[in-house]
T-cell receptor
Framework: AQSVTQLGSHVSVSEGALVLLRCNYS??????LFWYVQYPNQGLQLLLK??????LVKGINGFEAEFKKSETSFHLTKPSAHMSDAAEYFC????????????FGTGTQLKVEL | DAGVTQSPTHLIKTRGQQVTLRCSPK?????VSWYQQALGQGPQFIFQ???????QRGNFPDRFSGHQFPNYSSELNVNALLLGDSALYLC??????????????FGDGTRLSIL
């Protein structure tokens, strides 16, 4: 079975500062990895995904993530935080043969301060 | 292009009652999955429907059941409600059950509160 660990349930950054949200996964087969964002009282919106190929993945709103197999990590970054980035972020994994069932981490609440 | 729509948005029930939640998938999608998101937690997979059959199931009791209709829409039914069933229930759709690399598109969820 696969799992996801998100280090840091709450992260606070200043506007304009680097955003780094950590995600580590566990999977016995090659994973597919996703980052979703959830704004208050809304569903999940896909930020980016890694399936195969290039390990540096660019997503919407200036976010990107790098798949590092040796570190079993898929950390999410953004060079410069904006107030509108304040939300909850979820890392998720699926695997081939898993019928695209997603296994989520517990989430990281991002706060952006002036 | 209509996304995933869920109804109702909010629901209040008492213990022991039964509830039905509804979901219409994104246009062109044929697979529907349901997730439960408790407060402060990540979504937990309940089950997945494809071709009107339950194809995968997470670690949820039989009180949780579902259905998929020929138009791909889906229902989630929960019987004998417990306080612990209070959560946001999310519906997600995708194209093709076997395509694990395809992202799922989520609705805004139904907030279920049990008194």
């Amino acid at each position: 079975a696969q799992s996801v660990t998100q280090l840091g349930s709450h992260v606070s950054v200043s506007e304009g500062a680097l955003v780094l949200l950590r995600c580590n996964y566990s999977s016995s087969v090659p994973p597919y990895l996703f980052w979703y964002v959830q704004y208050p009282n809304q569903g999940l919106q896909l930020l980016l995904k890694y399936t195969t190929g290039a390990t540096l993945v660019k997503g919407i709103n200036g976010f990107e993530a790098e798949f590092k197999k040796s570190e079993t990590s898929f950390h999410l970054t953004k060079p410069s935080a904006h107030m509108s980035d304040a939300a909850e972020y979820f890392c998720a994994v699926s695997v081939t043969g898993g019928g695209n069932k997603l296994t989520f981490g517990t989430g990281t609440q991002l706060k952006v301060e002036l | 292009d209509a996304g995933v729509t869920q109804s109702p948005t909010h629901l209040i029930k008492t213990r022991g009652q039964q509830v039905t939640l509804r979901c219409s998938p994104k246009s062109g999608h044929d697979t529907v999955s349901w997730y439960q998101q408790a407060l402060g937690q990540g979504p937990q997979f309940i089950f997945q429907y494809y071709e009107e059959e339950e194809r995968q199931r997470g670690n949820f009791p039989d009180r949780f059941s579902g259905h998929q209709f020929p138009n791909y829409s889906s229902e989630l039914n929960v019987n004998a409600l417990l306080l612990g069933d209070s959560a946001l229930y999310l519906c997600a759709s995708s194209l093709g059950m076997g395509n694990s690399n395809q992202p799922q598109h989520f609705g805004d969820g139904t907030r279920l509160s049990i008194l």
